[in-house]
């Protein structure tokens, strides 16, 4: 939705159905034009702002998502195009944000709601854990909460502390929340609107180092895929490439990572399979364990600590249901157990190439 | 929630006793405050009802009657040796935000928060502290740090991007820059308590933003102080901006000052750009936290003249002509006018002040400015007092790399060198 179609009585903050639709109409005829090269970060744009076109329950606050965009952009042109009530800046406090979204859901509103980094998350850990988690369950169902914590995650920015965590695993252990994680542009528009669909919360972790990775993307097809209720990303892994020797099992930054390792690997002869999960709850065992089944070796990697974490967790389902299967143990990369390191340090720290195909040359490939 | 059987007779009696002696304390206190400031309770913890200004932005002194000043709200002015000091560290910590924010843009430091334009909230801040007292900075606060005695690279060390902090906070009594908004506020409240559990007599000072009050750890941290009343002083620079979001986003309090009677303590405005009036206000806080007077919220009215960081764009969200107006305002320009209508500052002094910004100038730009080298083995050296055997482990996976890759890229220059 490009903020160039705004007109000043929108900006005012109250703006009809109509003249959203309007709008919405304009931008599409202005994106119409079949594929074209757009980032992550506007893909997410995209999908936040047609959501709102389509349902006005629909709302976008937090911190600095107004005016500003977002520090990383991803509001952009919301407030302009949707009027202050739509999409709006709060006071500075975490908790406030995620539990007044619970409130608002309880009356009718579908939030979709910012944490500005990772580790700026933590201080709405109670509100996250204790109620968002919990409202469905606890009420038998009779109170749903649909909403969206956009948390951009992960490292590889150069960014200083409390800026690069990976805290996935933190929601995945919370019964009671759906965890997604786009690694591609048309992921992250699907993958939002269908969490934005969702009538359970969903955690959607951003891999803020691929904010600005572009892909050609045919948005108007992607809105009538949409329109059909096509879920076709809904708790469900890809297959990011095919392979036979081994497969690659990982999710949101560490996708292109292990794209590269499988390249790198290919020019050695040795074929592998990366499955992107996407979806870390629920969890897709039917893709994963038919591309074990398939290959007979895997590797787990992820940015995040190993230590009780999602990459733990898929090791142990994989021996669940695959151990006949397994021609050696599975293997993970991921990050050491230390707190994520300082800019000139976090090379050391996150999973690499090298170290992907070194866990791959690992795999008892002699027996 | 704790579902507790019913309270016991004695149970009962105890906590009768505990209000009672709850109004007792407040009685009492009452009481001291007349005593002490010829003021209610009340009219002692409500700010004054205008800002604290001694010297207006054109650098002359402003009357007593026109200073902000109200009964038991009185500020006597700070000796001519401390302000001239404190000149010295203003200029200094000017010198010392824009070369940081050189060495930003030379890509020597991954990134700066300036504090250019609240050097006088920086300075006043650590001057009125005595040795043994604690400062608790946010990451906006390096001359702060500084200006309480941390060198200068190691107080930007946290920007250089080779380690998350630089110096030792039980060196210079000054605890880590803190990011996550206002939860240095409840550590300064612990030292405090310790304190005086311990029978230290020190005062501890502790730092935030406007933005950040909005935070729940700061009204904690504001309850904490005046239940177990301690020397706490929370300074909150109020710079007008949250990154993007301006004040009137974050309260509508009187103003951020008000908010400390809520909590049972003193509030009072300063002219944050008044290095004069900061000093004076924070000098007497410090001096009756000293005497056992409690917590004391002290709310700086500044403005942050550059973007939050060096990775914002503050053009997107407020005009040009706003920072204009607070140019006029500038800090170092109005005391320097000051002090030389009083005589107190001549050519001679300016030069040898302006020599001492530059040095500390140049030692950050040859502590930043050099390749620092890094160990990867740091990773794991500092995650417990002794690392895990799991640490161990991962440590020495590493260092088995780094050994192939070593020889891996040895090999190669052997082989080009063919
Ligand atoms: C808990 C938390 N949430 C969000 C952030 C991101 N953040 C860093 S600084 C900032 C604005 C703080 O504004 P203010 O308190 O006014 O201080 P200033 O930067 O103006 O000095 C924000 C939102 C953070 N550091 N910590
Ligand atoms: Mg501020």
């Keep these: 939705m490009s903020p160039t179609v705004t007109t000043s009585s929108e900006a005012n903050g109250n703006v009809s159905a109509a003249t959203a639709r309007a709008a919405a109409k304009a931008a599409a005829v202005a994106e119409a034009s079949g594929p074209q090269a757009i980032t992550l970060a506007k893909a997410l744009n995209t999908a936040m702002s047609d959501a709102m076109q389509e349902d006005p329950t629909v709302l976008v606050f937090g911190e600095d998502v107004g005016t500003l965009g977002g520090v990383f952009r991803v509001t952009d042109g919301l407030t302009a195009t949707f009027g202050e009530k739509r999409c709006f800046d709060t006071p500075l406090a975490e908790s406030g944000i995620v539990g007044m979204a619970i409130g608002m859901a309880m009356n009718g509103m579908r939030p979709v709601i910012e944490m500005q980094f990772d580790a700026f998350a933590y201080p709405a850990f109670e509100q996250i854990i204790s109620h968002v988690a919990k409202m469905h369950n606890r009420t038998r169902g009779r109170v749903k909460l649909p909403i969206v914590i956009r948390v951009p995650y992960g490292g590889g920015i150069g960014g200083v502390e409390h800026h690069c965590d990976s805290s996935e695993s933190y929601y995945a252990h919370t019964a009671g929340l759906k965890v997604f994680t786009p690694a591609t542009v048309v992921d992250g528009y699907r993958m939002l609107r269908e969490a934005i669909d969702s009538d359970d919360p969903v955690i959607f972790m951003e891999p803020k180092k691929l904010y600005w990775s572009k892909d050609q993307v045919d948005l108007e097809a992607l809105r009538a895929e949409h329109a059909r209720g096509e879920k076709s990303t809904a708790g469900r892994a890809a297959v990011a490439r095919l392979g036979t020797d081994a497969t690659l099992i990982t999710y949101g930054p560490s996708v292109p990572t292990a794209l590269a390792a499988a390249a790198a690997a290919a020019e050695e002869g040795r074929s592998l399979e990366v499955i992107d999960v996407r979806s870390i709850v629920p969890f897709d065992d039917e893709t994963v364990s038919a591309s074990v089944r398939k290959t007979g070796r895997a590797v787990v990697i992820a940015e995040a600590h190993g230590f009780a974490s999602v990459s733990s967790e898929i090791v142990a389902r994989i021996q669940e249901r695959c151990f006949h299967y397994l021609a050696a143990p599975v293997l993970r990369v991921t990050g050491f157990d230390v707190p994520y390191p300082a800019p000139k340090l976090e090379h050391y720290y996150l999973p690499s190439v090298d170290r992907i195909l070194d866990a791959v040359d690992n795999l008892q490939w002699e027996d | ?418």
């Design chain 2, 1 to 418: 929630m704790t579902i507790s059987a019913d309270h016991t007779a004695h149970e009962r009696e105890a906590s009768r006793s505990d209000a009672a002696e709850a109004v007792d304390e407040l009685v009492k206190q009452a009481e001291e405050v007349r005593r002490k400031f010829g003021i209610s309770l009340e009219d002692y913890m409500l700010p004054a009802h205008h800002q604290i200004q001694m010297v207006d932005p054109a650098g002359r002194m402003k009357a007593k009657e026109e200073q902000g000043t109200e009964p038991g709200h009185e500020y006597p002015t700070p000796g001519d040796d401390e302000l001239l000091a404190a000149y010295e560290q203003l200029v200094v910590g000017r010198r010392v935000n824009d070369q940081n924010s050189a060495l930003v843009r030379q890509g020597r430091m991954a990134v700066y928060p300036s504090s250019h334009g609240q050097e006088a909230c920086q300075v006043a801040a650590a001057m009125c502290l005595r040795e043994g007292d604690w400062l608790f900075p946010t990451y906006r606060d390096a001359v702060a740090v500084m200006s309480r005695g941390v060198d200068p690279v190691q107080a930007m060390t946290i920007f250089r991007g080779d380690w998350h902090g630089g110096y030792d906070p039980h060196e210079h009594h000054v605890g880590i820059q803190c990011t996550p908004l206002t939860t240095q506020l409840l550590h300064a409240v612990g030292v405090a308590h310790a304190a005086k559990l311990r029978g230290e007599d020190i005062v501890v000072l502790a730092m935030c933003g406007d933005g950040a009050t909005s935070e729940g750890d700061f009204h904690e941290a504001l309850n904490f102080a005046a239940v177990f009343h301690l020397p706490v002083i929370f300074f909150v620079q109020n710079n007008k901006y949250a990154i993007s979001v301006p004040l009137s986003h974050q309260s509508v309090a009187p103003s951020l000052a008000h908010k400390a009677v809520g909590y049972g303590m003193a509030g009072e405005r300063v002219d944050g750009n008044d290095l004069v009036a900061l000093l004076a206000v924070l000098d007497r806080g410090v001096k009756l936290a000293r005497e056992g007077s409690g917590p004391l919220l002290v709310e700086a009215n500044t403005y942050r003249m550059q973007a939050h960081t060096n990775a914002d764009d503050a053009t997107r969200y407020r005009p040009d002509s706003e920072v204009a107006e607070w140019m006029a305002k500038d800090p170092i320009s109005r005391m320097k006018t000051y002090l030389t209508s009083q005589g107190l500052l001549d050519e001679d002094r300016e030069a040898k002040i302006a020599e001492h910004a530059e040095q500390v100038a140049m030692q950050l730009r040859e502590g930043l400015g050099v390749d620092v080298s890094v160990d990867p083995q740091d990773l794991f050296s500092f995650v417990f007092s002794k690392p895990t055997p799991q640490l161990r482990e991962q440590s020495a996976l590493l260092a088995d790399e780094l050994a192939r890759d070593a020889s891996a890229t040895g090999a190669n220059t052997e082989e080009a060198g063919k």
